[in-house]
């Protein structure tokens, strides 16, 4: 059972790069329900994260949130995996920052850095990608000296990453081209 959750969760992340979102809400929908049953949090977890997307990708923040909340929950009281961890509380960052909770989001992404930083040998990628979208907060928040330094992180570990998008993206924002 266990197996076939995991299938339909990768079915739900290839529906959607598909550009199949009801595809990939049904199944995440199914996801969830069977992961429900299957006594495995890192399991529920994945199936909640796939759908927290769906729901984001149709713009329904607030189920979004609530999925990403109950995965948040599961995390804390539950042995998931750290970088699991670390993920869905960034992405929880990523919908609160869109429901314009910005002290919150930016909370919930500080949360995650500290995890991800903890985990050995995370990739230099995984870590840019944690403090990009927190840089955005503090430019949001007119807080720029606070941008600049994330930015300059996120741009060196894009570098060491040979990410040439993340570098194009971060060299952009420090020079004000937004």
């Known amino acids: 059972m266990q197996e076939d959750i995991h299938e339909l969760v990768e079915r739900v992340y290839a529906a959607r790069r598909d550009s199949s979102p009801d595809e990939a809400d049904a199944l995440a929908t199914d996801a969830v329900e069977y992961a429900r049953g299957a006594n495995d949090p890192e399991l529920l977890v994945r199936a909640l994260m796939a759908k927290g997307q769906c729901c984001r ?24 995996d750290a970088l699991v ?8 960052g990523d919908v609160t920052a869109e429901l314009g909770r910005f ?9 995650a850095l500290d995890l991800y930083r903890e985990i050995p040998d995370v990739p230099p990628v995984t870590l840019a990608n944690a403090i990009r979208p927190l840089a955005r ?11 600049v330094e994330c930015w300059r992180e996120a741009r060196d570990l894009y570098e060491r990453a040979d990410s040439s998008v993340g570098v194009e ?3 952009r924002r420090l020079n004000g081209a937004g």
Do not use: F, K, S, W
């Not at 923040?61 to 539950?78: F, Q, S």
């Not at 961890?85 to 929880?92: D, G, P």
């Open 57 to 80: 990708d149709q713009g329904r923040y607030e189920r979004a949130e609530r999925l990403y909340v109950e995965a948040t929950n599961i995390c804390r009281r539950e042995p998931v």
């Open 85 to 92: 961890t670390a993920h869905v509380i960034r992405h929880l």
């Open 103 to 111: 002290g919150m989001a930016q909370t919930h992404y500080e949360e």
């Open 137 to 147: 907060l503090y430019d949001r928040l007119d807080d720029h000296a606070e941008a």
């Open 169 to 171: 993206e971060c060299t």
